[in-house]
C-alpha cells in the first residue's frame, strides 16, 4: 500500500521556523508530484506549495510566498517544507499529498492523502 508519513509538525512562536517532511513508500510507475495541502479550523482546505516531478517547477499560495520552501529528493521520494516567519495564520494541519503532475495537485487531481500533522503558530 501507499503510505505518506509527515513529521515536523509542532508549535512555533509567530516569526519562527518548522520543517515539515513527508516520506512516501509504495509508489509505483512514473515519478509524482508533490505537495502540501492545509486546512484550518473554519477554513476551507488550500495548497500552500507544490513542487513537480523533476523538481524544477513550485507552487506557492500568495500566502506563503517569500515565506515558505518546498523542495524533494526524488531518489528518496521525500519532499520537504521549510516554514519561515511563521504567522498566526499559518496555524492549520497540513496534508502531504500526491499527484500525476503539479497542476493535478494543486487543482485537486490527488492520488494519495497523508494523514496530516497539526502546525500551531502562537502569537
Known amino acids: 500500500q501507499v503510505q505518506l508519513v509527515e513529521s515536523g509538525g509542532g508549535l512555533v512562536q509567530a516569526g519562527g521556523s518548522l520543517r515539515l517532511s513527508c516520506a512516501a513508500s509504495?509508489?509505483?510507475?512514473?515519478?509524482?508530484?508533490m505537495g502540501w495541502f492545509r486546512q484550518a479550523p473554519g477554513k476551507e482546505r488550500e495548497a500552500a506549495a507544490a513542487i513537480s516531478r523533476g523538481g524544477t517547477s513550485t507552487y506557492y499560495a500568495d500566502s506563503v510566498k517569500g515565506r515558505f520552501t518546498i523542495s524533494r529528493d526524488n531518489a528518496k521520494t521525500t519532499v520537504y517544507l521549510q516554514m519561515n516567519s511563521m504567522k498566526p495564520e499559518d496555524t492549520a494541519v497540513y496534508y502531504c499529498?500526491?499527484?500525476?503532475?503539479?497542476?493535478?495537485?494543486?487543482?485537486?487531481?490527488?492520488?494519495?492523502w497523508g494523514k496530516g500533522t497539526l502546525v500551531a503558530v502562537s502569537s
Open positions: 509504495g509508489l509505483t510507475g512514473s515519478t509524482y508530484a
Open positions: 499529498v500526491v499527484g500525476s503532475s503539479l497542476t493535478r495537485v494543486v487543482t485537486y487531481g490527488l492520488d494519495y
